[in-house]
């Protein structure tokens, strides 16, 4: 288990985490989510032993990070949010330098290089420069320096940002083996329907403090409503909103509401009466990113 | 640790501008040096020769903390300071696991530059041991203060002004460019505060006047201080740097 025990961190005046407290299963994926600057990547700078003075502390399967850093990095696989490889050297070198930084070599190495050069689908790869690369091949091989000491704990930040489809589906599909290999996975996306899809816990971070915590089923169920979407042309945002609490977004309007059922038969009433054929009319569910928005709202953070 | 240096070893292979800093220039301006300085002030060809090579030799050993610099602050710009931070390998390791092949390349220096001058212009070497002994320290200098600079400084441009400033302003005031006994008083007591000095003053000791290695005990010793504060100071500045560092 993770057992986060009153995480703080300040920098100068600035709390970047305040008394986070919250355990993870083993054997559980947490997506870790939160607006720029949040403190979820110190969070994860503090749990990977990258930041070594902070109050509180964290068990990591019973160990812990102050008191055992170098233990603890053993059982961690780290993905940074950056790419970080050796450009001018090839995959399968890239990998013998991680693989010897947490402590692999000879015949074992060669193996597990093996194996996870076919787990992030580089194979034909491995001999050649990064140079010649692209990003979504950069990122699994990201990946792959973090796994190949087979850790029990994964700690990936914004793993697919900036890749094509296919690399975000090998990614996912990775994710999903390592999560049935047994493997406690924390993981943190800007992306809701990644982390809603992936993850079988979630926590919001806000301004430092754990705003939600729980399953995703907890979580999804505490803040559930219902609401409506309607995309019609003619339509405005203020003839919407005498049926609740309305929302624009890219290809229409969301409208929130008690009583959906009530509110559609009123809604189709108003359309018929003005002659309005809308393209969509459908009711909807919360999803992780409304839930996201309502607790941390829409307003730009782009100090982090 | 040996898994860093080699990695850094091959990176140096294939870094064309260091190759240009540490071999190039450096032969180039001996024999600039050497060519404009033949026959003027009545100077001996080996007072000169014995001055130019081994003061050069010293001045271009500190331009190893250009590289140090750039290679330090693009690791942790880059997230690898941290990435690397996040494995189980102790900081010391991680130190000097980068700092060894910086000092390989100071020692590949200080030979080709050395062999240089005996091939070129007959540069007396005078006892090995000594020699050696010498230009190791040179070499733990040079190479502890660039580690310095490089945990120290916020950007790369401000690294590189302060080596041009570490580089040519010790070389300068620690009398490579010229004999100190040509100087005044008090500049000759000024550059008793430069590594550079020590570092001349050692290889002057041995290839003039056939310096053993207990001849050579104060160069050795004063240049072994320099060189242990710079490794202190880079190992304070570490968890800074470490703060420091994208993820």
């Known amino acids: 288990m993770i057992d986060v025990q009153g995480v703080s961190k300040t920098y100068g005046s600035n709390q970047a985490l305040d008394n986070l407290q919250f355990q993870i299963n083993e054997g559980n994926c947490y997506g870790l989510v939160g607006p720029n600057g949040a403190g979820k990547s110190t969070f994860m700078k503090i749990l990977v032993g990258v930041l070594q003075r902070f109050d ?34 090839t995959a399968k070198d890239n990998l013998i330098y991680f693989g010897k930084l947490y402590g692999l070599s000879g015949e074992h190495l060669r193996k597990r290089i093996k194996t996870v050069l076919e787990q992030i689908g580089l194979s034909e790869k491995a001999n050649q420069k990064l140079t010649e690369f692209s990003g979504g091949m950069k990122r699994r091989l990201n990946i792959g320096c973090a796994i190949l000491h087979e850790p029990s704990l994964i700690v990936l930040d914004e793993p697919t940002v900036g890749i094509d489809p296919q690399s975000r589906h090998s990614i996912f599909s990775l994710i999903q083996e390592l999560k049935e290999a047994g493997s406690t996975v924390v993981y ?79 809604m189709i009433e108003q359309f018929r009466n003005k002659g309005i054929h809308p393209e969509r009319l459908e009711l909807s569910q919360s999803r992780l990113e409304d839930i996201f928005f309502n607790l941390t709202g829409t307003q730009l953070r782009d100090n982090g | 640790m040996w898994a860093i240096t080699t990695v850094e070893l091959k990176k140096k292979l294939q870094d ?10 450096p032969i180039i301006f001996i024999i600039g040096f050497i060519t404009i300085f033949s026959g003027v002030n009545n100077m001996e060809p080996e007072q000169l020769v014995t001055q130019i090579v081994p003061g050069y030799t010293v001045m271009f050993s500190f331009f190893i903390m250009i590289s140090m610099v750039i290679t330090f602050i693009k690791d942790r710009d880059s997230g690898m300071v941290a990435r690397v931070a996040s494995t189980p390998l102790p900081l010391k390791q991680f130190l ?50 660039g580690l310095a600079m490089s945990l120290l400084v916020n950007t790369e441009n401000m690294g590189i002004a ?57 160069p050795i010793l004063v240049l072994i201080s320099f060189g242990l504060a710079g490794g202190l100071l880079a190992f304070l500045a570490y968890p800074r740097f470490l703060r420091q560092s994208r993820s």
């Open chain 1, 56 to 89: 509180g502390d964290i068990q990591v399967f019973n160990h812990s990070v102050k008191e055992n850093r170098l233990g603890v990095k053993s059982y961690i696989g780290y993905v940074p949010q950056d790419i970080c490889l050796e450009e001018l050297l």
């Open chain 1, 188 to 266: 943190s996306s800007h992306y809701m329907e990644e982390v809603e899809e992936l993850c079988d816990s979630v926590g919001l971070i806000d301004k430092g403090k754990l705003v939600e915590h729980g399953t995703m089923k907890q979580v999804l169920n505490k803040h559930r409503s219902a609401s409506i979407f309607v995309s019609a042309e003619g339509i405005s945002e203020e003839e919407l909103s005498s049926h609740g609490v309305t929302i624009k977004k890219k290809t229409g309007f969301t409208v929130n509401c008690d009583d959906p059922l009530l509110t559609m038969e009123n």
């Open chain 2, 16 to 25: 064309k501008g260091l190759w240009f800093w540490t071999f190039i220039l």
């Open chain 2, 96 to 145: 000097i696991g980068k700092w060894l092949p910086f000092m390989i390349v100071v020692i590949i220096q200080i030979i080709v530059l050395l062999t240089f001058g005996v091939v070129v212009y007959d540069l007396p070497l005078g006892d090995p041991l000594a020699l050696s002994v010498l230009s190791l320290t040179l070499a733990f200098i040079s190479t502890s203060w």
């Open chain 2, 162 to 218: 302060l080596t041009q400033v570490i580089a040519l302003g010790g070389a300068m005031l620690g009398g490579l460019w010229m004999p100190l006994e040509i100087m005044p008083d008090y500049m000759q007591t000024i550059a008793k505060f430069f590594p550079q000095f020590w570092g001349l003053e050692g290889y002057k000791l041995i290839l003039v006047e056939n310096g053993q290695i207990i001849d050579i005990w104060l």
